[in-house]
């Protein structure tokens, strides 16, 4: 079974640029999330995903972050202007549904150096 | 913030050694998880503890939770140099679809 992908595995942009990272759920799964991990740090969740809705977008900083989820497969996480803080791994993960009890698949992250 | 804390943050031990890890949490959860990342496999589930459970293994692993204590340990028997790795612990609250994790704990294990 092909696992969760990401792109581009790595980034480096300047501030005030703008960032897009894509990933590919594992076939099937129905529920998507975007993680930031700052260094040092756990991951934290910025956006989940149940088929194409949002369920939840509460630690999302929407003045310069967006995310989509088009026919409820693939999705994009998108910042528009970076800044220095932003610098992190961003994470994307999958599960079956949206249950309690979810074992997450991670991808393998895009570190993202913002200069 | 982040739900929960673990102990100790860094840990290095000698292979064939047993490592345990802690995690300590703030609210009612109905699951807990172990999460492992290392730099070559990323971040991978380990194992799941429903709140109705005290105590799970799974090969070289055993976890508890106390739910009165708020707290869970992570027990790796016989340590292995491959288990290198940063080590998270990930809670489901009850009333939220989604996990929320500690800041993890660093284990070195030398050959």
């Known amino acids: 079974e092909a696992g969760v992908a990401q792109s581009p595995r790595y980034k480096i942009i300047e501030k005030r640029q703008s960032v897009a990272f894509w990933c590919n759920p594992i076939?099937?799964?129905?529920?998507l999330y975007w993680y930031q991990q700052i260094l040092g740090q756990g991951p934290k969740l910025l956006i989940q995903?149940?088929?194409?809705?949002?369920?939840?977008d509460s630690q999302l900083p929407k003045d310069r972050f967006s995310a989509e989820r088009l026919k409820g497969v693939d999705s994009t996480l998108k910042i528009q202007p970076a800044k220095l803080e932003d610098s992190a791994v961003y994470l994307c993960?999958?599960?079956?549904?949206?249950?309690?009890?979810?074992?997450?698949?991670f991808g393998p992250g895009t570190r993202l150096t913002v200069l | 913030s982040q739900q929960g804390e673990e102990d100790p943050q860094a840990l290095s031990i000698q292979e064939g050694e047993n490592a345990t890890m802690n995690c300590s949490y703030k609210?009612?959860?109905?699951?807990l998880q172990w999460y492992r990342q290392n730099s070559g496999r990323g971040l991978v589930h380990l194992i799941l503890?429903?709140?109705?459970?005290r105590e799970k293994h799974s090969g070289r692993l055993r976890v508890t939770l106390d739910t009165s204590k708020k707290s869970s340990s992570l027990l790796i028997t016989a340590s292995r140099a491959a288990d290198t790795a940063s080590y998270f612990c990930?809670?489901?609250?009850?009333?939220?679809?989604?996990?929320?994790f500690g800041t993890g704990t660093r284990l070195t294990v030398i050959p």
């Open positions: 995903f149940q088929n194409n809705g949002v369920v939840d």
């Open positions: 609210t009612s959860i109905n699951n």
């Open positions: 993960a999958s599960s079956l549904e949206r249950t309690f009890y979810n074992e997450q698949f």
């Open positions: 076939s099937g799964h129905a529920t």
């Open positions: 990930a809670t489901g609250k009850t009333g939220a679809n989604n996990l929320f």
């Open positions: 503890i429903r709140s109705n459970e």
